[in-house]
């Protein structure tokens, strides 16, 4: 039988920290899950905005959905914009605050490598359909299709894998009350 040594030993994984955190009170939960809070409705937007560009580009081809051709490209364009602005204020002004102590934020991380992609992929989408607007190409609906599902997978698992991240349970691993209070969004 085996003991353990106190002295020489120090729990380090997430689960023993989880583990030995008192339980949050309904008021204390709300502070630490604030931003997963936040982000969940950006994203929200973001999966509607998305499922509607599916849907109209249909998965025979064939437009459906009501738009017109120039409604779902300037539709396009707007997601692809409000996207990528919304990554850019994630880049520039929460996920340095958060790289102070959680490791899921600092460079070359998951969602940083995610975000990589998903610009990647966005670029080319928003190319073809500024040439769609300009007239310089028809609108394929099977082409912007195509475009979008090269990007979908890693654009949906990083909506859902980021909010996680910010819930509460995590959040307080990290963070005091007073510095949550404080994080940016």
């Known amino acids: 039988m085996s003991q353990k040594n106190s002295s020489t030993s120090v729990p380090n994984t997430m689960?023993?920290?989880?583990?030995?955190?008192?339980?949050?009170?309904?008021?204390?939960?709300?502070?630490?899950?604030?931003?997963?809070?936040?982000?969940?409705?950006?994203?929200?937007?973001?999966?509607?905005?998305?499922?509607?560009?599916?849907?109209?580009?249909?998965?025979?081809?064939?437009?459906?959905?009501?738009?017109?051709?120039?409604?779902?490209?300037?539709?396009?364009?707007?997601?692809?914009?409000?996207?990528?602005?919304?990554?850019?204020?994630?880049?520039?002004?929460?996920?340095?605050?958060?790289?102070?102590?959680?490791?899921?934020f600092k460079q070359k991380q998951?969602?940083?490598?995610?975000?990589?992609?998903?610009?990647?992929?966005?670029?080319?989408?928003?190319?073809y359909l500024g040439k769609c607007r300009s007239g310089e190409d028809d609108l394929e609906l099977v082409e912007m299709k195509r475009l979008m599902d090269a990007f979908g997978e890693v654009l949906w698992e990083h909506l859902d894998e980021e909010v996680q991240t910010l819930r509460a349970e995590n959040m307080r691993k990290y963070w005091t009350l007073d510095e949550m209070r404080t994080l940016p969004m």
């Open 15 to 104: 689960e023993t920290d989880e583990a030995n955190l008192p339980p949050l009170s309904l008021k204390d939960f709300g502070v630490y899950n604030r931003l997963a809070a936040q982000m969940e409705q950006f994203h929200n937007h973001f999966r509607l905005a998305w499922n509607d560009l599916q849907n109209a580009c249909g998965a025979t081809g064939k437009r459906s959905g009501g738009l017109k051709p120039k409604q779902l490209v300037i539709t396009g364009l707007r997601f692809c914009s409000q996207l990528d602005f919304h990554h850019r204020i994630e880049e520039d002004h929460i996920f340095p605050v958060l790289a102070r102590k959680m490791p899921e």
């Open 110 to 127: 998951t969602l940083l490598a995610q975000h990589k992609k998903i610009h990647h992929g966005l670029a080319q989408l928003e190319e």
